[in-house]
Each structure stands twice: as structure tokens, then as C-alpha cells.
């Protein structure tokens, strides 16, 4: 929970503790308001301590939704292979665009989430949290961009062969005047703090050209 009233947090976890699917909210002990960041840390945390580092974390965003065979489908790809996978994507629809976000492997580089992004988002990752832990998570001073800028530590780190993709719609990103994408300041920022941080990485004018334009 990443809201200001910590009041909520007993509120919300008496109304939970009911459910028939085991839920329970846990307070964000980090950095609050950056674009979930802290937020998700702490559950990577609370995760990796009550799980093990094995087990995997599917996000979701507060706007967005999953089809109802998301995670059984997931569960069905992470079983396929015999050493543990490290990361699942499947496709995500956006609101705001056209046609839904498609991608495969080719599209799973560095240079991709330079540029841009190919179509892997908050709501349609599925990470072990080993590989999470080992890049330490989230970047907290982030304000925007904080999918393009894991996804390029992780590829740095990983690349791409131990990574499952789903060709199927699985996920529906929901547009909203609170979303991120809509606001310009917090926007900008982590545009801004993007840049800085990853500006050795554009060892190509045309990359860092195409970046800028988008």
C-alpha cells in the first residue's frame, strides 16, 4: 500500500482476511510515490522472505486487469522446463494504442528498451525473484520509464534465452488522467533521470536519436 493513511493498512487486511484466495496488503517501507517503486521493492521483499527466492512474482498495476487464465497460464509455461526460468512476458493491450503490443525474442535487447519499449510493461511481467534481488529491484529514483530501465539491467544481466514469451493477449493496460503516461511533470522527470543514468549505454547515435524523437 503506498498511500499516506496508514490507517488503511488494518482496514484493508480485515476485509481481505475473509477472501477465499489468500490475500494480504503489506505497508510500503520505501520510497513512496515514485511510480510504485518502493512499493513493489517492499513486496519483492516480503516475497522473497515468506517464498524463497524461486518462487516468482507476477505484477499488477492498480488500473490494470489480467484475463481470468493469466496466472494459470503463466504457472503452465514457468512448468514446461526442468531448470527454473527466469522471466514470462505476454502480450499486453494498451487503451491508447491501436492494436495490441506484440514482441518476441529479437525484440528482447538492450537497445529495444533504449529506445523505447517493445510491449513489456508493469502488468504483464512475471519475474523469478532471484533475478530481481540480483539487480536490486526497482530503481526508487525513478518517477517514469522504470520498466524500460529494469528491463535493461536485466537483460544486461541475464539476456534473454531463459525468458518465456506468451503469444496470446493476457493483460489490459488501462488508461487513466492519474495514469503516469499522462502526466507531463512526473513524466519528464524520469525522462530526464533516464537519460543521465543511461546515457554511456547509447554507444550509437542513431539509438540514442531514435530515443529522443520518441
Not at 135 to 148: H, K, Q, V, Y
Amino acid at each position: 500500500d503506498d498511500n499516506d493513511d496508514d490507517n488503511l493498512i488494518p482496514i484493508l487486511n480485515n476485509y481481505l482476511k475473509d477472501r477465499n484466495f489468500p490475500c494480504c496488503c503489506i505497508k510500503n517501507k520505501r520510497t513512496k510515490h515514485m511510480s510504485g517503486t518502493g512499493a513493489w521493492n517492499t513486496g519483492i521483499d516480503y516475497l522473497s522472505t515468506i517464498l524463497g527466492e524461486n518462487a516468482y512474482v507476477c505484477i499488477l498495476d492498480d488500473d490494470d486487469t489480467w484475463e481470468s487464465n493469466y496466472i494459470a497460464t503463466i504457472k503452465e509455461y514457468i512448468s514446461r522446463d526442468t531448470e527454473p526460468i527466469d522471466a514470462v512476458f505476454a502480450y499486453i493491450n494498451r487503451e491508447d494504442c491501436p492494436s495490441p503490443l506484440v514482441f518476441d525474442k529479437c525484440d528482447l535487447k538492450v537497445e529495444s528498451f533504449l529506445i523505447g519499449n517493445p510491449g513489456i510493461q508493469g502488468s504483464n511481467m512475471v519475474f523469478r525473484l532471484s533475478c530481481l534481488n540480483e539487480i536490486n529491484g526497482f530503481d526508487e529514483n525513478l518517477s517514469s520509464c522504470t520498466d524500460r530501465d529494469l528491463l535493461i539491467r536485466f537483460l544486461e544481466k541475464f539476456g534473454n534465452e531463459r525468458v518465456h514469451i506468451i503469444p496470446n493477449v493476457l493483460t489490459f493496460y488501462h488508461v487513466t488522467k492519474k495514469s503516469v503516461t499522462y502526466d507531463l511533470k512526473k513524466k519528464s522527470d524520469g525522462l530526464d533521470y533516464f537519460f543521465s543514468k543511461h546515457i554511456k549505454r547509447f554507444t550509437s547515435f542513431k539509438v540514442l536519436d531514435q530515443s529522443l524523437k520518441r
